[in-house]
């Protein structure tokens, strides 16, 4: 992949988590607009950044997690998702914080 490519990349994965893009757009826009972006080749790489976003903390607004957990699941909703444990993991912990809140 060339660097330019890349760049070109990361800017658009910086917007598509801007705060306009994501009060403004629907999730399925959003999916559909990453799906047609990024080559099936490319997914599991991106797959691996917005995991990689969501557990570093790296996404600060609810709205940005939602969006990257929903391209996370649209991806691979046709087939097994290799980022099933990712979810149960955020599951878990939401379940914690409900039995401690108590």
Known sequence: ??????????KY??????????DSQSLDSICAQV???????EHFNLCLLLASLITGGDLS??????????????IYKQQENP????????LEGIRCIEIFSL
Not at 35 to 41: A, E, G, L, T, V
């Open 1 to 10: 992949m060339s660097q330019q490519l890349i760049n070109e990349n990361s």
């Open 13 to 22: 994965i910086l917007d598509l988590f801007s705060e306009q893009t994501v």
């Open 35 to 41: 799906q047609k972006r990024f080559p099936k080749s």
């Open 61 to 74: 607004l609810p709205g940005q997690r939602v969006v990257a957990l929903a391209l996370l699941y649209d």
């Open 83 to 90: 980022f099933s444990p990712l979810f149960l993991h955020l």
